[in-house]
C-alpha cells in the first residue's frame, strides 16, 4: 500500500512541483493550501502531469487548528511535508509580525495536530537564511545560525522548535532541508512560480522583464566584495529541489532518524550571471538598474553541499541554462491562462 503523505502549501511553487515527485514515487499525497499566494487552477494542471484522477486536497490555513484536525481526521498520514509558510525577504521586514504568526504558528499547530494523531515524520522547508552572514563560504550545516531578516527568523525558530520537540521527544523524525535559492520550472511548461504580485525574488522578476511586463530589473547593490560587486547565491532547480524532498522523506520512513541538510549546487552565481543567462534563454539583453543594496541582504551565499549526497543520495543536476530556459518555456507558455 502506498505510504499517505500530507503536503502543506502544495499548490505552490515548491509544493506543486514537490507533489509531481512525490506521485512519481509512488506517494499517496494530500494538498492543503490556503491559495493566498498559488491559484486552486494549479491543481487541475497536477492532475494533467501526474495522471491523478483528482487530487485530494482542502482549502485551508495551518492557522486554523479545527480545519487541520478535520483533514487529519479523513486520512491516515505516514508524514507530512511541510512548505506553507510566507518567504519573501523584503517583505518579512515590512510585516514581520504576520511572517512569524504564519511560519511559527502555523508550524506549532501542526506539529500538536500530527501529535495528537502519532504521526511523527515532518520534512520541513527551512532556508540558507538561518546562517544568517555567513562567517565562510561555502556554508556547511554545522556553520553558526542566525538571521539577517524576520523572514531568516522565522525559519530558524521553526528549526529550534523542531529541536526542541525531537529532545523531548525521540519519536519525532524531522527532515530539515536548508535549501538556497529555487528557480526555473517543470520542463513540461504546465507548472511555475506564478507570483500574485511584483516579485519579491530574482528569476520572477527577470522573467517578468523579459516578458515585458516590467521595465527592467533593480539590482540591488553594486559594491559587495563579489566578482562583478552584485550578490552572489546559489540557485538550483526547483525540480531537483522537488525530488531532494522525496528523499528526505524517504530517508524518515526507512530510519526514523533525522536528518539536517543543505539542498543546493554548491556553486554560487552573480545576480548580473543570472541576467545574462535569462537573456540567452529569451534571445535577447534585459534591461536593469543598479540600487542601493537592500536592508537585510548578504553579499555572498552558497552551500557546502556534501552532507545531503552522502546521507540522501541528493545531487543537483540542472544547470544555470536549463534553470532559465525551463523559467521562459513556463512563462511563455503555461503561464499564460494559469
Not at 523572514?151 to 528549526?159: A, D, I, Q, S, V
Not at 515585458?212 to 546559489?234: A, K, Q
Request: charged share 20%.
Amino acid at each position: 500500500m502506498a505510504r499517505s503523505v500530507l503536503l502543506t502549501g502544495g499548490a505552490g511553487y515548491i509544493g506543486s512541483h514537490t507533489y509531481v515527485a512525490l506521485i512519481e514515487a509512488g506517494y499517496h499525497v494530500v494538498i492543503i493550501d490556503d491559495f493566498s499566494n498559488s491559484k486552486a487552477s494549479v491543481l487541475s494542471r497536477l492532475s494533467q502531469l501526474t495522471g491523478v484522477n483528482r487530487v485530494s486536497s482542502y482549502e485551508g490555513s495551518v492557522l486554523d487548528p479545527a480545519f487541520l484536525d478535520q483533514v487529519f481526521d479523513a486520512h491516515d498520514f505516514d508524514a507530512v511535508v511541510h512548505f506553507a509558510a510566507k518567504k519573501a525577504v523584503g517583505e518579512s521586514t515590512e510585516i514581520p509580525l504576520e511572517y512569524i504568526e504564519v511560519n511559527c504558528s502555523g508550524l506549532l499547530n501542526l506539529l500538536k495536530v500530527m501529535k495528537g494523531r502519532g504521526v511523527r515524520r515532518l520534512v520541513f522547508s527551512s532556508s540558507a537564511t538561518v546562517y544568517g552572514e555567513p562567517e565562510e563560504l561555502p556554508i556547511h550545516e554545522d556553520a553558526p545560525r542566525g538571521y539577517t531578516n524576520p523572514y531568516g527568523f522565522t525559519k530558524l525558530m521553526g528549526e529550534q522548535i523542531l529541536e526542541q520537540a525531537a529532545a523531548a521527544d525521540p519519536a519525532w523524525a524531522f527532515g530539515i532541508l536548508r535549501y538556497f535559492n529555487p528557480v526555473g520550472a517543470h520542463p513540461s511548461g504546465l507548472i511555475g512560480e506564478d507570483p500574485s504580485d511584483i516579485p519579491n525574488n530574482l528569476m520572477p522578476y527577470i522573467a517578468k522583464v523579459a516578458a515585458g511586463d516590467l521595465p527592467h530589473l533593480g539590482v540591488f547593490g553594486s559594491d559587495y566584495d563579489t566578482p562583478d560587486g552584485t550578490g552572489v547565491r546559489d540557485y538550483i532547480h526547483v525540480c531537483d529541489l522537488a525530488e531532494g524532498h522525496v528523499q528526505s522523506l524517504s530517508k524518515l520512513i526507512e530510519t526514523d532518524d533525522g536528518h539536517t541538510v543543505n539542498l543546493g549546487t554548491g556553486n554560487g552565481l552573480s545576480v548580473l550571471e543570472m541576467l545574462a543567462a535569462y537573456g540567452r534563454a529569451c534571445g535577447r539583453d534585459l534591461p536593469y538598474e543598479m540600487k542601493p543594496r537592500r536592508p537585510g541582504d548578504v553579499a555572498a551565499c552558497y552551500a557546502e553541499a556534501s552532507r545531503a549526497r552522502a546521507l540522501l543520495g541528493f545531487e543537483a543536476t540542472r544547470g544555470l541554462d536549463d534553470m532559465c530556459a525551463s523559467s521562459w518555456h513556463w512563462i511563455t507558455t503555461g503561464s499564460k491562462d494559469a
